[in-house]
């Protein structure tokens, strides 16, 4: 089966250069010569032998000079330990002979300029050359595109399945590929980031170069992730970690192939827009309301269209017709072939949107009268090419006929496939306009040190030591006083002024209201007294061997607009990462965050604050300099940072509180 594939492959899609049949008994295979060994002159070899002779061959590659090799065999790491050890000779063996290896365990790769599909199932012509390069864990997954590009007529640079990546991975492929002028965006399907700093340098360069990522990161379930004492491990999962990787390292991330392959698509057809103000322009008013039902919660919006656009407009459209954004031409267009044109054209001129997006279906078959499609088909062209960038889709997902892909490719249009993918792949195309935006200069690092309170400690710090090390980097946590019996905690309170908080104070108790260790809102001594033995009364039952300090008195702070968490954990693949969202007892429950790597400014942090769904009231600024610190601290504490939470931090009408706080030490 793989031999008769690659075989077909390699002599019917117009490949220009030789191949040979290689095998020890010689012979012959489907109708050609099978050599006996490697002849002089191989660039690449394709190897599907059985594990105990993948060494063997490999060999004789290297004694023949080939310089590269794909390795369709299997039976190595992903196999387990055993299979492991043998790629891994197998991989530093390649080295030394010098050949590039792809795989194991991979079906290859298609290149759609030369037209070589050294590749291990059959592909069907034909192959439509552009530039949008796919790579793929999954090697079947590449038939798959083939498929999906060739039925809606998208132009591919290349496909490779990359398998184990036990030499090659992906970011070697994406490093490539961004020195490849003939690639404009490059897209992947992940089930696992291999080589994580490989990735990030790959990313950011080609962020730099204008050459889109878009990524299907498969496997984003709850069993990824890892709870530990502080909220923030299990708030700030494996999936959440990636998005926020993702976003510093300007990767647009989607949810499904169908949506990798049109929003690649859209990428290299069209670029991406200025910004995310968008005019949406039908042929359907059933299409006006899908489409205002699909843009809630994404990056795009639809400002209605300014008074005298709609005037240009009215004097257009029937007097049925209604100038609004999004906008139905009526049913008139079957009769008047130019309207949604002429209808571009008002908007762009007048309209001062970045974005457009067109539903307008293609042709199935020629009809009756040829010239009206013509026509039609042409005007819209026209006026495409005269907007800033244009995101045109047919109404819902279907193939396109061969009738239909010629009259788009003679007139330069590409139709992404439905209302849907289309306004995911206009999301994906602002989302990354935005990351291009915000390119963050290098800056020149600081020297690193983690401070002199944590020297020698690891483990969970007591509440009092966490804010006094989270002081250090500007955020501040209340007036309290540690008392160590129910006398000196009224005492406190007096002087603090009341109200007041009783806390139990224990290293060993991270979650002190879940153990019954807070009594808010106390206003007299004898309530605080009371509240002293009761906290720790509780606390004893929670944690019987829990090593207990005494209680923390601090005043109560009831004049908050808003509460958060603040967290920050190091990722073992990323590095440290903060977190801000919705606060309180019930963080976990209400799953409100947002995310990204340290370090951050001040802009990107109330970035961050506008991402929560509920409206953060107060001193935002206060808020955003407090996330800043937080971001410092983990860096400074590099490795040895576990987790932080400051929960809640009650940020007021002006400043902010850290109430509650937890550092993790490894």
């Known amino acids: 089966m793989w031999t008769q594939a690659l ?62 090799a794909v390795l369709l065999t299997a039976g190595f790491k992903e196999m387990g330990q055993e299979g492991a050890i043998l790629e891994k000779r197998l991989v530093e063996r390649a080295r030394e002979l010098g050949i590039g290896l792809l795989g194991p365990n991979c079906l290859g790769f298609v290149n759609y300029h030369r037209r070589l599909a050294a590749y291990g199932l059959l592909v069907v012509p034909p192959l439509l050359a552009g530039g949008v390069a796919l790579v793929s864990q999954s090697g079947a997954m590449l038939l798959h595109f083939h498929r999906m590009a060739q039925a809606r007529g998208i132009g591919l640079a290349a496909t490779v399945s990359i398998g184990n990546e036990g030499m090659l991975t992906a970011a070697d492929f994406f490093e490539a590929f961004i020195d490849d002028p003939r690639v404009k965006v490059i897209g992947a399907l992940l089930e696992g980031i291999r080589d994580a700093a490989g990735f990030l340098r790959a990313s950011e360069r080609a962020l730099a170069a204008g050459k889109p990522l878009v990524v299907f990161k498969v496997g984003h379930t709850e069993a990824g992730r890892r709870s530990i004492s502080a909220h923030t491990g299990s708030l700030a999962g494996e999936d959440e970690v990636l998005d926020a990787v993702f976003r510093r390292h300007g990767v647009v991330r989607v949810r499904s192939l169908e949506e990798l392959v049109e929003t690649c698509a859209l990428l290299a057809h069209a670029g991406w827009p200025a910004g995310s103000r968008t005019a949406v322009l039908t042929t359907s008013g059933g299409a006006c309301g899908i489409v205002s039902d699909l843009v809630e919660g994404t990056g795009i919006e639809m400002p209605d269209f300014p008074e005298n656009v709609k005037r240009r407009l009215a004097a257009l459209l029937p007097v049925f017709g209604t100038p609004q954004n999004p906008m139905d031409t009526t049913g008139v267009v079957v009769d008047q072939p130019a309207l949604l044109a002429a209808c571009l054209d008002a908007v762009n001129e007048e309209g001062g949107y970045q974005a457009f997006f067109i539903n307008s279906d293609p042709p199935r078959e020629p009809g009756t009268n040829p010239s009206r499609v013509e026509e039609r088909f042409a005007s819209l062209a026209a006026a495409v090419a005269r907007l800033p960038f244009a995101a045109v889709a047919q109404t819902s997902a279907v193939d396109l006929t061969d009738y239909a892909r010629e009259t788009l490719r003679g007139h330069g249009l590409h139709l992404c496939n439905g209302l849907t993918l289309g306004l995911r792949a206009l999301d994906g195309a602002i989302a990354y306009s935005r990351m291009r935006a915000r390119m963050r200069r290098a800056e020149a690092p600081r020297e690193r040190a983690a401070p002199e309170l944590v020297a020698g400690r690891s483990g969970a710090l007591s509440e009092s030591d966490s804010k006094r090390l989270l002081e250090l980097y500007g955020v501040v946590g209340p007036e309290e006083w540690l008392a160590a019996d129910a006398e000196e905690a009224a005492a406190a309170a007096e002087s603090l002024g009341f109200p007041v908080v009783v806390k139990v104070h224990s290293a060993e108790i991270a979650h002190k209201a879940a153990a019954g260790g807070v009594r808010l809102r106390l206003t007299e001594r004898e309530a605080v007294r009371q509240a002293f033995e009761e906290v720790l009364e509780a606390a004893r039952r929670a944690h019987p061997s829990a090593v207990i300090d005494g209680a923390l008195i601090s005043r109560d702070v009831r004049d908050a607009r808003a509460e958060l968490i603040l967290g920050a954990k190091r990722d073992p693949m990323f590095g440290p990462v903060v977190l801000v969202g919705a606060g309180g007892v019930f963080v976990e429950a209400v799953r409100d965050v947002a995310l990204r790597l340290a370090p951050v400014d001040e802009e990107e942090a109330l970035e961050m604050l506008d991402e929560l769904r509920v409206p953060v009231a107060g001193d935002r600024g206060a808020a955003a300099r407090a996330l800043v610190g937080v971001g410092e601290l983990a860096l400074d504490l590099g490795e040895r940072l576990v987790a932080l939470d400051v929960n809640p931090l009650f940020v007021l009408e002006r400043g902010v509180v850290a109430a509650d706080a937890l550092v993790v030490l490894s």
């Open 7 to 68: 075989v077909s492959n390699l002599g019917g899609l117009g490949f220009d250069g030789e191949f040979h049949l290689v095998n020890p008994r010689g012979g012959e295979m489907l109708g050609r010569p099978v050599a006996r060994e490697i002849p002089e002159g191989v660039d690449a070899a394709y190897v599907m032998v059985g594990t105990e002779r993948a060494p063997e061959v490999l060999e004789e590659c290297g004694r023949r000079g080939v310089a590269s």
